[in-house]
């Protein structure tokens, strides 16, 4: 786990400055790596790289940038857990080193571009072949790793976070439609980042520059190719052992792991069956949590205690307070790079800092809810439809309807969503899929007052949520599916920049051993009708991995994600925080924002909305990065290191 950087002269011309250049940029991601740093340039000064490192596999012949005896360099950020078996299949290569970084090296030297296909982990990497001139760079399959790009004055610069591309743009705007997307999904969709001219490069693609030509090129997808040949216990047996291979591979490191244990099923399986490995090879496991102490609504951590309990796991809490949040929200928008998504980075930062003062490695349950179907939306969305087959007489056709009559026992989940179920039938009911599931996570009605709509062109993100909603990977008949794999293929993503982000603000690697592509492509091989029986949210899951987990974490149905009281705090312990930000002439000042709006609405959040968040969060952003501009830009002019933003 580490941060890479770099630059490339698209002419294969000297670039200017090219190693202070390179020292900034690693200055601004040093929390990423606070166990070294490494640099490389090419005898011509037309491209360099920047590493920073976290030392978690090879402790001492795994430095980076390296460089093989062919003429190839790589800056690797991630972990390849088959780099093992790699290395057996690679046997001709001649190796100088036991770490994975060197395994993609001999990997790119026998397979080419296609050697992300034999890659299986979390990983961006950039690699020079001075031979063929070419500059190639990759992301791993879901994007648990980052990589952003931006072209200027014929230079090329890519670096694992937003903040050490900064320096170099001419100014700093805002892209509009990012900001659309933001406003109505609270993240982004496609390549964009909230900063113009900075892109993402999209997961499971890899990026080619080479002749003053760039081109990007997808190499996997996961295709929803449903198997009704097969019973339950086909697919739960099979699915138990490849959650177990993947947490097993998960837990390879020459250093110490731990685990993120919020109380729900998805980070109780993976921390159950990783606790239970580490035993077998007596090596410690350690738990971690945090909790809002402001009653049961916002405190889980009974839950994680029920499996330290059960799997005899040392735990760590954190009681995280109002004035943690301000003291540190600042710090949480400046580490995200742009808002995206809802609040639980500001706890996840506190138990990442928490974790940091124990372990290098911890493992979490991101990607369980979008993979086997968690959200209590589905369980709305699909309520609504049992409603429209039992008028239409059509609940019995297919193998994709779940039945009014079997749906009834499972909506005790809904209690606390009664006011969303009133918005949402409030107009469009029975309408196409599409347009239903739209409107269920569009957060902009309830933003129609305090943002300025007129500012905006023709971009319409309903139009990019249907293109991925319909994918051509995804069956037309299975509702579940094309709104699991909408999700999928976005919300995921901007949950993996909050996890990636909070862990490396405090120098951690996050592992996520649920995406691991052998896993994710067999699930999505299940009808609807096993894992969403009878609207069970993940009950495929529960029935495969049951076991390893106590009955008070099986049989809850009060799951709510680590819901952070901003709304209760906004009442007294942060009101006049919160009311002197949204107050300033800074944002009065602001495009896109009506400021009179905004504070009239302070008082009339719901409990568990997240509009003030979201607002709050863009002017944060503002301010850490528009409002400092110059002092980017001034590093480079200056090349100054060290250098306070």
Known sequence: MCGIAGILNLKNLPIKNLSSHLRVMNELIVHRGPDGEGFWTNTKKSVGFAHRRLKIIDLSTGNQPM?????????????IYNYKELRQELSDYPFRTTSDTETILAAYRKWGFDCVNHLRGMFAFALWDESQQTLFCARDRFGIKPLYFTEIDGNFYFASEVKALI?????IDTNREALQDYLVFQFCLGTKTLFKDIQELPPAYYLIAKGGERRLSKYWEVFY?????????????????????????????????????????????????AARYQKEENLPFMGFTGKFSLGPEYDESRYARALSQFRDIPLHEVDISAQD????????????????????????????????????????????????????????????????????????????????????????????????????????????????????????????????????????????FQDIFHGKNVGKESYFDSMTHFDFKTLLRGLLQVEDRMSMAHGIESRVPFLDHPLVEFAATMPSNIKFKDGTLKMVLINAMGGELPEAIVDRKDKMGFPVPLNEWLKKDIK??????????????????????????????????????????????????????????????????????
């Not at 320096?167 to 100014?171: A, G, H, M, S, V």
């Not at 449903?226 to 020459?254: G, M």
């Open 67 to 79: 460089s093989d005896l062919f003429g190839n360099t790589i800056c690797f950020n991630g972990e």
């Open 167 to 171: 320096p170099f743009l001419p100014e």
């Open 225 to 273: 190719d449903l198997d009704f040949d097969h019973t339950p216990k086909y697919f739960e047996e099979n699915l138990r052992h490849l959650i177990q291979e993947s947490v097993h591979l998960h837990t390879r490191a020459d250093v110490p792991i731990g685990g993120y244990i919020s109380g729900g099923i998805d980070s109780s399986i993976i921390a159950s069956i």
């Open 325 to 464: 949040f301000i003291d540190s929200i600042e710090k949480v928008i400046y580490h995200l790079d742009y808002p995206v998504a809802g609040p639980g980075s500001f706890p996840q930062y506190h138990v990442s800092k928490l974790a940091a003062k124990h372990r290098k490695v911890v493992l979490g349950g991101q990607g369980g809810d979008e993979i086997f179907g968690g959200y209590t939306r589905y369980l709305i969305a699909y309520f609504e439809q049992c409603i429209k087959a039992a008028i239409n007489g059509s609940s019995k056709n297919g193998n994709f309807i779940v039945t009014y009559e079997s749906i009834i026992p499972n909506l005790a989940s809904l209690k606390n969503y009664q006011s969303l179920l009133q918005e949402f039938w409030k107009e469009g009911l029975f309408d196409s899929h599409d347009k239903r599931y739209y409107r269920l996570i569009n957060r902009a009605p309830s933003l129609q007052n305090e943002i300025v709509w007129s500012e905006f062109g023709s971009y319409a993100p309903f139009q990019a």
């Open 576 to 645: 006049e925080f919160v009311y002197d930000i949204f107050g300033s002439s800074r944002m009065k000042d602001r495009p896109y924002f009506n400021q009179a709006e905004i504070l009239k609405s302070l008082g009339n959040e719901s409990k568990f909305g997240r509009k003030i968040w979201g607002l709050l969060s863009l002017e944060l952003w503002h301010r850490q990065f528009h409002d400092k501009a110059a002092s980017y830009r001034k590093l480079i002019k200056e090349e100054k290191i060290g250098v306070s933003i």
